[in-house]
T-cell receptor, first 114, second 113 residues
């Protein structure tokens, strides 16, 4: 079975500051890992994903995440926050070679202050 | 471009009504999913389907049923809507055998009065 823990249901940063959203996962098999973003009243949009290979993955809008197996983490970062980054972010995990179901974290709402 | 559409963005129904939420994808994906999203709870899987006429229960199937008569369409049915089914409902699809990236529709915000 898999699970995801997102630390911090709300994160607030100033415009131009570093964004760090934390995600820890549990999986008994090699995982696929995802970050999705949801803007108000919209569906989820994929930011980035880790499948295999390079552990540092780059996504859209300047975001990146690093898969750290030893820490079972997949934290999302962006060097400089923009007002347009204000949204809710979801981390998700699924099993490589297994069911195609995703298990989601409970989400982190990011606020960007001017 | 990949597209998942849902029949309504906003829906208001009364307790006891039968409610149909429709989802259509144009990507020839085999697998389709229905989630509900509630504040502080994230996304929870209601049902999924890996082929026409095939379905499996997710984590919270109680009070819901589904129908998949055609590959592109996956319907979520609330047989007798209740106020605790007021929520955002999201549909997603995925091509079987890929790396499990799901494509999401815009969501239907359902209010049951």
């Amino acid at each position: 079975a898999q699970s995801v823990t997102q630390l911090g249901s709300h994160v607030s940063v100033s415009e131009g500051a570093l964004v760090l959203l934390r995600c820890n996962y549990s999986s008994s098999v090699p995982p696929y890992l995802f970050w999705y973003v949801q803007y108000p009243n919209q569906g989820l949009q994929l930011l980035l994903k880790y499948t295999t290979g390079a552990t540092l993955v780059k996504g859209i809008n300047g975001f990146e995440a690093e898969f750290k197996k030893s820490e079972t983490s997949f934290h999302l970062t962006k060097p400089s926050a923009h007002m347009s980054d204000a949204a809710e972010y979801f981390c998700a995990v699924s099993a490589q070679g297994g069911s195609e179901k995703l298990v989601f974290g409970k989400g982190t709402k990011l606020t960007v202050n001017p | 471009d990949v597209k998942v559409t849902q029949s309504s963005r906003y829906l208001v129904k009364r307790t006891g009504e039968k409610v149909f939420l429709e989802c259509v994808q144009d990507m020839d994906h085999e697998n389709m999913f229905w989630y509900r999203q509630d504040p502080g709870l994230g996304l929870r899987l209601i049902y999924f389907s890996y082929d026409v006429k095939m379905k499996e229960k997710g984590d919270i199937p109680e009070g819901y049923s589904v129908s998949r008569e055609k590959k592109e369409r996956f319907s979520l049915i609330l047989e007798s809507a209740s106020t605790n089914q007021t929520s955002m409902y999201l549909c997603a699809s995925i091509h079987s055998g890929t790396n499990n990236e799901q494509f999401f529709g815009p969501g239907t915000r359902l209010t049951v009065l």
